[in-house]
């Protein structure tokens, strides 16, 4: 550790900088100090710190042989091999390099197959595994000191699992809603079918709307699950190297993965058979579906900590780290320090402006659908009043009806060239088309789901945010209700959606400089759900700091 009278170069730790962003070596020095006496460190940090070089001057600093840092997506994944890390993605961003099977899967799908079609029970039986994009990926992250993954293949993968060292978890606030998905199973009717395999047990469980399965639905759930391992056999490598052979091999091990979980998470496993209604809605057959969850997101956070030394939680907007750490987690008090810091930004260069005028709840807007119409002309004319024309935006809102209602109320009042629009059907290609696109002046509407977080909007892609929505979880939904009865659960999801507001307006302030002086970034809060005195009590202190209250 050097001394606080001495601050040593960034090259000195590992770091590639020609100077410290504020705040950054304080936060270095702080976690090392944390280390010495606890096994976990909790570090609120706002973007524009610079989080990916903390954790890579805290791995560098000798006391780890390994380090593993887990994101929540690709994006992400990239930043760390900017840092000498070596990432490791997903079997499916690898693609197939055997001719002969390039060459069936695309006359049978039209597609390349990809590492995760991989039909051989190991891979590197492959004749060409020696040289498989993913197992060279794989082999080179797990043997480097500096790795970078998913936390869904490290929650999956044993490999990873067994590395010691530092785990640092980015983007912790995601950490439970990225841990629930993985923990999940889910098939269609169509799906059983095609491999031949039982009756689905329980079907319209609990009418249809699903419930904690107890001991007795066990037994007749597990029964379901080995008499379609036994339908789906044992793979003959020879004869079933075919896009079907590899569905049943995947599917094999996520009866192997569910079987693991039912015993592991026994009592807190929510199962559910029904026909869905959204199904007719994109153009699905409506019929039987049926999906597995757990309501505790702490089995799989501790298969992927156990062997680890240390464990570094870092995030832009924890808040308050009761509600995820103690609570969804189940990790002790005692076991972790939490530290946070302010801005890089001045306030003035990062206003938030408090618009909102109602709730735009349910409720709310089925007693008063002019709503929609109202929230879009305030919405236009903070547009016109508190940005530049040549501006770029974001409007982000819950629901697909509501980004229906703001686009149409955004035209009338702003006009039809003032909206980006997109052609991609998926959430990801939205964000790449936006991204990519350099139109000045233009707004995209979209979900707060998905932009909220790890979307990097820095210089002119996005100079400002809108948030017209608070994402609370739907109260229809029983997997929530039961979820939302725990105390746990409850506090989280208040604690998720207050937090996604605070995520979606640090999408467009990065901390990039112009001229020598921090580029000015605004947001507005355009639901009175984001500024109520409730809301208040979630927010960091830095987020609150920045906001202002339009005067009418």
Same mark, same amino acid.
């Given at each position: 550790?050097?001394?606080? %009278? ?127 994009? $993913? ?97 789906? #056999? ?32 026994? #009592? ?39 062997? %680890? ?103 009338? $009042? ?134 202002? %209250?339009?005067?009418?």
């Amino acid at each position: 550790m050097y001394s606080n %009278k001495v601050v040593p170069a960034p090259w000195m730790l590992g770091l590639m900088h020609g100077s410290w962003r504020p705040h950054q070596y304080e936060a270095i020095q702080n976690l090392e100090n944390i280390f010495s006496e606890k096994r976990i460190a909790i570090l609120e940090a706002p973007t524009g710190t610079g989080k990916t070089a903390i954790a890579t001057a805290v791995a560098r600093n000798g006391k780890f042989s390994q380090t593993t840092v887990v994101v929540q997506n690709l994006g992400l994944l990239e930043q760390y091999r900017d840092y000498g890390f070596a990432i490791l993605k997903g079997k499916q961003a690898y693609e197939c390099i055997d001719p002969k099977r390039i060459t069936e899967w695309q006359l049978k799908t039209g597609k390349v197959p990809t590492a995760a079609d991989c039909p051989y029970p190991e891979m590197y039986q492959c004749p060409y595994g020696k040289r498989c994009p $993913y197992m060279v990926a794989r082999d080179r992250a797990l043997s480097s000191p500096l790795m970078a993954c998913t936390y869904k293949y490290a929650a999956l993968s044993e490999k990873v699992q067994a590395r010691k060292g530092l785990f640092v978890m980015d983007e912790i606030h995601n950490a439970v809603s990225e841990l629930l998905d993985i923990g999940s199973f889910a098939m269609t009717d169509t799906k059983r079918r095609e491999h031949n395999l039982p009756d689905f047990p329980l079907k319209d469980f609990r009418n249809g709307e699903g419930g904690i399965v107890g001991e007795v639905e066990l037994v007749e759930i597990l029964t379901w699950i080995f008499e379609s391992r036994k339908r789906l #056999g044992i793979l003959n490598l020879f004869d079933e190297i075919s896009p079907v052979g590899t569905e049943k091999k995947k599917l094999l091990e996520q009866f192997d993965s569910l079987i693991e979980l039912l015993s592991v998470c026994a #009592g807190e496993v929510f199962y559910k058979c029904s026909k869905p209604m959204y199904a007719l809605r994109y153009g699905r057959p409506r019929e039987y579906e049926i999906e597995f969850k757990t309501i505790s997101p702490s089995y799989l956070y501790h298969k992927m900590t156990g062997d %680890k030394d240390n464990i570094l939680m870092m995030s832009a907007t924890i808040g308050s780290p009761s509600a995820l750490i103690a609570g969804e987690l189940k990790i002790k008090k005692e076991d972790y320090s939490y530290i946070k810091f302010p801005h890089p930004v001045p306030v003035d260069r990062r206003p938030i402006y408090d618009i909102a005028e109602f709730a735009m709840s349910h409720s709310s807007l089925v007693k008063r659908p002019y709503l929609y119409d109202e929230q879009a002309r305030i919405i236009a004319k903070w547009v016109k009043e508190y940005t530049h024309p040549s501006w770029r935006g974001i409007v982000l809102t819950t629901s697909y009806k509501k980004i229906e209602k703001l686009r149409e109320g955004l035209v009338k $009042y702003l006009g039809k060239d003032a909206l980006f629009v997109s052609t991609a059907t998926s959430l990801q290609e939205r964000i790449d088309e936006f991204v990519s696109d350099n139109t000045e002046g233009v707004i995209h509407v979209d979900t707060i789901q998905g932009w909220g977080t790890g979307v990097d909007l820095r210089g002119d892609i996005a100079r400002y945010c809108v948030v017209a929505g608070v994402p609370f979880k739907n109260p229809t939904d029983t997997f929530e209700t039961i979820r939302m009865k725990t105390p746990t659960g409850k506090a989280y999801a208040t604690a998720y959606a207050f937090n996604a507001v605070v995520q979606a307006t640090g999408r467009v302030s990065r901390g990039e400089k112009l001229n020598g002086r921090y580029m000015i970034n605004k947001s507005a809060l355009a639901d009175k759900m984001a500024t109520s005195p409730y809301a208040m009590k979630h927010y960091s202190d830095w987020y609150k700091d920045a906001m202002i %209250k339009e005067q009418s």
